[in-house]
């Protein structure tokens, strides 16, 4: 019996530890503690899509950070390049000042998510896939150009784990602000990479 005390007090002592330290490098990378669940993070990165003005790219990545497997909502596709890829749906919002709320900018709901279109996705299909403790799941990279975003506008993503467009199944990142704007007129919002 102190055999199996002994066990179990050497799992909770790991289990404690490794929570500590996940929390600590989280902490350390995007200034905030995480929750023991599904929990959305923005990572912004360099790079050239074509656009003058246009040098980020924004993309939100939803973890599960809970001790054990979550469904997940996903596209699988085929983009027209003929590699294969998975997303999840997300919406961008925008932070109003005078009314204190978040706008919604653009958002994937079921009408509009996991569909081909043409220089993008060929082919596609909606599938439910597990997410392990740890493994995460990305929006993929989209510039952030126009549509109703100006220089100096705070952003977030809000990730759908559930059905695409279910404000009940969403996880929102951090706020980022909109630092570039594109040189030339008329260049849509998303633009995937």
Known sequence: MNTLRSIGALLFATASIGFVIQEAVHLHRYGHFVPPALH????????????????????????????????????????????????????????????SKWE????????SFCRPYPLGIAQAQLVSKWLWPGQGISTGEQAMAR???????????????????????????AAFRIGERPKMEDVPLRLRH
């Open 104 to 111: 919604k900018v653009i958002e994937w709901d079921e009408s």
């Open 40 to 99: 959305a993070d923005i990572f912004v990165q360099r790079g050239d899509i074509g656009i003058e003005g246009i040098s980020r790219l924004y993309e939100a990545r939803l973890t599960n950070y809970a001790p054990f497997p979550v469904k997940v909502a996903a596209c699988d596709f085929i983009t027209d390049a003929s590699e294969p890829g998975t997303m999840v749906a997300y919406a961008v919002e925008r932070w109003n000042r005078q009314t």
């Open 147 to 173: 549509g109703g975003l100006e220089l100096g506008d705070s952003a977030r993503f809000s990730v759908f784990y559930g059905t695409a467009g279910d404000w009940k199944s969403a996880r929102p990142t």
